[in-house]
T-cell receptor, first 112, second 113 residues
Framework: GDSVTQMEGPVTLSEEAFLTINCTYTATGYPSLFWYVQYPGEGLQLLLKATKADDKGSNKGFEATYRKETTSFHLEKGSVQVSDSAVYFCALRSGGYNKLIFGAGTRLAVHP | GAVVSQHPSWVICKSGTSVKIECRSLDFQATTMFWYRQFPKQSLMLMATSNEGSKATYEQGVEKDKFLINHASLTLSTLTVTSAHPEDSSFYIC?????????FGPGTRLLVL
């Protein structure tokens, strides 16, 4: 079945460091891909999305490119801030179904 | 952007009682809503898909008689945890389908004593 694999955390970075969180997927057909962020004690917020191959989703300095050839959707940010500390979830939605399949989540901690 | 609310944000109840959690889409209509459960430091586990005007579709291993879902209107779905026990303590999150995107509520933390 469809699945999402994320790099394990926690990821600990200093402020202004470069961030990459790896995400790969297995799916039949052509899924839509998402990154959600969860701040402590809160629900999930959509960070960015891409619906077809080679699309780049971007928001708040974060970006991810839908790579069909490598079945990947890695999240990147050039310069992280302390306020980016949260858990990041990669997810896919298979065509024709609204169900989201989530990765395990990656906890990011950014220190001043 | 689209906003989804949940009420209550947290609840403490005694073992054996029932607890109802509401999920509302505030500025859009949602034919489909979803209920998730999240254990500490873990990912979200889909419990059920709620469709307005029809019975919910439960994921394998989720007891439909224990977790009652009602999707009474295009902006409201409710999850009732019946005869709650301490093992039901968790963070319950709903989401509502708006176009191609699921919008998530802030979650409800349930503690059963």
């Amino acid at each position: 079945g469809d699945s999402v694999t994320q790099m394990e955390g926690p990821v600990t970075l200093s402020e202004e460091a470069f961030l990459t969180i790896n995400c790969t997927y297995t799916a039949t057909g052509y899924p839509s891909l998402f990154w959600y962020v969860q701040y402590p004690g809160e629900g999930l917020q959509l960070l960015l999305k891409a619906t077809k191959a080679d699309d780049k989703g971007s928001n708040k300095g974060f970006e991810a490119t839908y790579r069909k050839e490598t079945t990947s959707f890695h999240l990147e940010k050039g310069s992280v801030q302390v306020s980016d500390s949260a858990v990041y979830f990669c997810a896919l939605r298979s065509g024709g179904y609204n169900k989201l399949i989530f990765g395990a989540g990656t906890r990011l901690a950014v220190h001043p | 952007g689209a906003v989804v609310s949940q009420h209550p944000s947290w609840v403490i109840c005694k073992s054996g009682t029932s607890v109802k959690i509401e999920c509302r889409s505030l500025d859009f209509q949602a034919t489909t809503m979803f209920w998730y459960r999240q254990f500490p430091k873990q990912s979200l586990m889909l419990m059920a898909t709620s469709n307005e005007g029809s019975k919910a579709t439960y994921e394998q291993g989720v007891e439909k008689d224990k977790f009652l879902i009602n999707h009474a209107s295009l902006t409201l779905s409710t999850l009732t945890v019946t005869s709650a026990h301490p093992e039901d303590s968790s963070f319950y999150i709903c989401s509502a389908q708006g176009g191609e995107t699921q919008y998530f509520g802030p979650g409800t933390r349930l503690l059963v004593l």
